[in-house]
């Protein structure tokens, strides 16, 4: 999820839209320049959507990441009408407020997703996970809830858009190891290690508290490769992701982040992790968010998020002030542009470094405040995909990375699982 939802502007003067082109221009010319001169279009653009169209029609997409169950239960950060929402107050067969519903995934090529769940104790994950079952009743024609490799993999071969369930966080678990075991036979099957530091593990932008993984977090790394729960090292911070690589027996996935080589954030993945992963046999499934982007617009990110919460501190019962100084703000210093160019920059970063076949698509769409161009919401993956063919990534390159490559990682977790399982 995004990690603020503040007041911003959303319209800006034609003088404004010119500063903002001038400005990013100015700013990122070097990195624009380095990245311009490691790009070579070999496709033209019809000849890549062509490509394009007839890989999705047997390989569609798999998410890494969805958080489209924000709509039906997070309260307070889509600030819902009613909390929770059901089905006939956010219906998915129809275009919906936010970035997901059933025909712009359709449109997008989706056929499988990793869907957040976010429960943060198990009464909350039964009520989530019962909606999730109605969801299924309802739009029988075209959601199937899987639990393994081989049922997202017949759900997909059925035209069926695929809904495995995870978690973001650990906070569920209530610090216990065993509480895992309920959350799994729900039907959980992967989960973020930690989204904030807790007692497993320091998040990427915390106070390390356990320089990494504490002991317990260890043990959690185990447990989760016994049942077959993916681990998922987004949100944590670099020493914890290289303590996770240490100690798992399974291949681990980043669910949605980037490469912190083009985005220097601490939510990204260093290269030397990046070389690990290549070695544990994982994935990397890269995001469409703008901060995990672009160091230009995570610098802004960050100043507008410093300011947002000054002000709210110094005016706690004012909201009118704090719209007009973030306002005022972002008039001044407009967002910056990112677009699927310097998406596409990442997967071709991380195809140098570690190859292709250690690659992934994520979204995190409907946890973001700021789309890219022509990534508003799911519809958008094939506008990626058309970059990357221009660029000459291979049929089979994309094939991979739309779904290939998850699903191979997922089934090598299940047979370490099975492995596993029967030594203990």
């Not at 839209?17 to 990245?35: P, W």
């Not at 490469?259 to 290549?278: F, G, Q, Y």
């Not at 769409?365 to 063919?389: C, N, Q, R, T, W």
């Amino acid at each position: 999820m995004s990690r603020t939802n503040r007041i911003s502007s959303r319209t800006l003067t034609a003088t404004v839209i010119v500063l903002q082109l001038c400005i990013f221009l100015c700013v990122s010319a070097d990195h624009i320049n380095a990245q311009s001169a490691l790009r070579k279009y070999v496709r033209d653009e019809k000849q890549a959507k062509a490509l394009v169209d007839r890989i999705l029609v047997h390989s569609p997409i798999i998410d890494g990441h969805s958080d489209l169950f924000a709509w039906y239960f997070g309260c307070a950060y889509k600030r819902l009408p009613k909390c929770p929402q059901d089905i006939v107050d956010y219906p998915l067969d129809t275009i919906t407020k936010g970035q997901t519903d059933i025909p712009r995934w359709r449109k997008g090529g989706v056929g499988g997703v990793e869907l957040n769940l976010g429960a943060d104790s198990l009464s909350r994950a039964e009520a989530e996970y019962e909606l999730l079952h109605r969801l299924e009743k309802a739009y029988a024609k075209d959601l199937k809830i899987v639990t393994t490799s081989s049922q997202m993999r017949n759900a997909i071969s059925d035209g069926k858009i695929a809904l495995l369930p995870m978690m973001e966080g650990t906070d569920g678990l209530g610090g216990k190891v065993s509480a895992l075991k309920p959350f799994y036979d729900l039907g959980l099957r992967c989960m973020t290690f930690a989204y904030k530091t807790n007692g497993f593990a320091d998040g990427s932008d915390d106070e390390p508290k356990h320089n990494g993984i504490s002991a317990i977090g260890k043990e959690l790394v185990a447990e989760m490769n016994r049942l077959g729960v993916i681990v998922d090292m987004s949100h944590i911070s670099a020493k914890a992701m290289n303590d996770i690589l240490d100690v798992t027996k399974a291949p681990v996935i980043f669910s949605h982040s980037n490469a912190r080589k083009l985005s220097d954030i601490n939510r990204n993945v260093p290269d030397d992790v990046l070389l690990r992963l290549k070695a544990n046999r994982g994935l990397i499934m890269i995001d469409m968010v703008a901060e995990h982007v672009s160091n230009a617009f995570a610098k802004w990110m960050t100043e507008g998020d410093t300011l947002y919460f000054k002000t709210r501190k110094q005016f706690p019962n004012d909201k009118k002030k704090l719209s007009t100084v973030m306002k005022d703000w972002e008039d001044n210093y407009p967002r910056p542009v990112v677009t699927v160019v310097e998406v596409a920059d990442h997967f071709d970063h991380v195809k140098r470094l570690i190859g292709v076949d250690r690659i992934g698509i994520s979204g995190d769409y409907d946890g973001m405040d700021y789309p890219i161009k022509g990534l508003e919401d799911v519809s958008g993956f094939p506008h990626l995909l058309i970059e990357l063919a221009r660029r000459g990534w291979s049929e089979r390159d994309l094939r991979k990375i739309t779904g290939e490559n998850y699903l191979r990682v997922f089934s090598e977790i299940e047979e370490k699982a099975a492995f596993l399982r029967k030594r203990s």
